[in-house]
């Protein structure tokens, strides 16, 4: 599980590149047993939800400073 962990982690480098798609295949391809495939479905899930607490970290924030500006 620790080489799926760095596995995943060096996937996350290529996030947002043309590369993602093909590794994230390439991952998929190489870790086939459930509980690999259950770690992976994990990690994004809880990669997700970082980010939407993040989005809804920094739309709070920008709403405070529009409340701010009109005052």
Same mark, same amino acid.
């Given at each position: ?24 295949? /390439? ?7 459930? /509980?690999? !495939?259950?770690? $992976? ?7 997700? /939800? !970082?980010?939407?607490?993040? $989005?809804?970290? $920094?739309?709070? !924030?920008?709403?405070? $400073?529009?409340?701010? /500006?009109?005052?």
């Amino acid at each position: 599980m620790e080489t799926l962990k760095k596995d995943l982690q060096t996937l996350m480098q290529f996030s947002g590149s043309a590369l993602f798609d093909s590794k994230l295949l /390439e991952l998929k391809n190489t870790y086939t047993t459930t /509980e690999e !495939r259950s770690f $992976i479905y994990n990690f994004f899930l809880s990669d997700m /939800e !970082r980010t939407h607490n993040a $989005i809804k970290h $920094i739309s709070k !924030r920008l709403e405070a $400073i529009q409340v701010a /500006e009109m005052a």
